[in-house]
Structures are given as structure tokens and as C-alpha cells.
């Protein structure tokens, strides 16, 4: 009806729509700020960054090897960091995980990694 993109989730079809094709948008309620967000959880991440400055997440590395603050909200924000700023310890550190999971996800764009058999295979009749 809309487009021909596919969903696995219903949440994230009514939020694509919601969000593209109806153009609903969550303005910024605080002062003086004109931002707009697409989703409601990206309006929260905005006003953490913009003007609250909570963080989820702060880099050990830039503190205890540059002597600098830094912080972010995702995980995935403090893996790019990481992969960009500490690329020797990021490096270590996917090897190590790598070795600890050695179980992969068999199935087409998934890849996920798991300590144990079961725990793939697990992951394989509940996902998949």
C-alpha cells in the first residue's frame, strides 16, 4: 500500500510508515530547540545528547590512555569509536570474542556468535 520495503517486526513497519510515509515527526519540547525526530526513541536520544548530556556509555580507553572524556548512548556508537580511536585494543578484543564464540548462526545475514552448541542452535529455532 505505502511501498514495497519488508519488515520482520510489525513495530518497525508501522514505525517506517509512520516515519516516511506519513511524515509524522516529535518536535523537541525544550527551550529555543527546533529539532524534529522521525521516532519517539530518537527524540529521547536527541535531548540526552543535545542538552542533558546523559550517557549510557563512557570510553575506560580515552580516560586511562589520553586522559580525555568520552561518552555515547548506543553500543554500537562505542564500538565505531572504539574501532576508530583504539584500534589495537578493538582489535584484541574482536579476536578474543571471536575465540570464546566460535558457534556461528548458519542462516543468510545473521552471523551471530555463541560460546556453546546449544546456544547457537538455540538461537536457530527461536530466530529463524
Known sequence: ??????????????????????????????????HQSHTKTHLKYHRRRAHTKEWSL??????????????CILPGEMDKHRARKHRVEWKEEKEAYKRNHPHVCCYKKCHNRFGTKVEVERHERKMH
Open 58 to 71: 563512557e570510553c575506560q580507553l580515552c580516560e586511562d590512555q589520553l586522559d580525555i572524556w568520552w561518552g
Open 1 to 34: 500500500e505505502h511501498c514495497d520495503k519488508t519488515f520482520g517486526l510489525a513495530c518497525n513497519r508501522k514505525r517506517h510508515i509512520e516515519g516516511v510515509h506519513m511524515a509524522i515527526r516529535y518536535p523537541c519540547d525544550w527551550p529555543n530547540c527546533t
